[in-house]
């Protein structure tokens, strides 16, 4: 088993930063990827950035590629999602999620209960 706890979020004026942390315990941190999705209201869970187990790979949704970036630190069995130049369409909860190196939703084994971004023009 692996828990996932999600810090970091709030409101942030457009243009804004904000910085995410997922802090790991339980099983091997450095066993999984790591990913972040998001949901907004009203609309399906959408992936957002992936790291490999190895730290060395990266996937990152069209939508954010160039303002957000994702990176952990084993030591510390946390992962960020640093989030630049943020928009009012990035308003979302953020979850954070464990497992194999993916995009998609349904691959994930485990996953944070979010943590909310709201972004205000």
């Known amino acids: 088993q692996v828990q996932l706890v999600e810090s970091g979020g709030g409101l942030a004026q457009a243009g804004g930063s904000l910085r995410l942390s997922c802090a790991a315990s339980g099983r091997t941190f450095s066993s999984y990827s790591m990913d972040w999705f998001r949901q907004a209201p009203g609309k399906d869970r959408e992936f957002v950035a992936a790291i490999s187990m190895s730290g060395a790979s990266f996937l990152y949704a069209n939508s954010v590629k160039g303002r957000f970036t994702i990176s952990k630190d084993n030591a510390k069995n946390t992962v960020y999602l640093q989030m630049n130049s943020l928009k009012p369409e990035d308003t979302a909860v953020y979850y954070c999620?464990?497992?194999?190196?993916?995009?998609?939703?349904?691959?994930?084994?485990?996953w944070g209960k979010g943590t909310l971004v709201t972004v205000s023009s």
């Open positions: 999620a464990a497992g194999p190196f993916s995009i998609q939703p349904r691959s994930m084994d485990y």
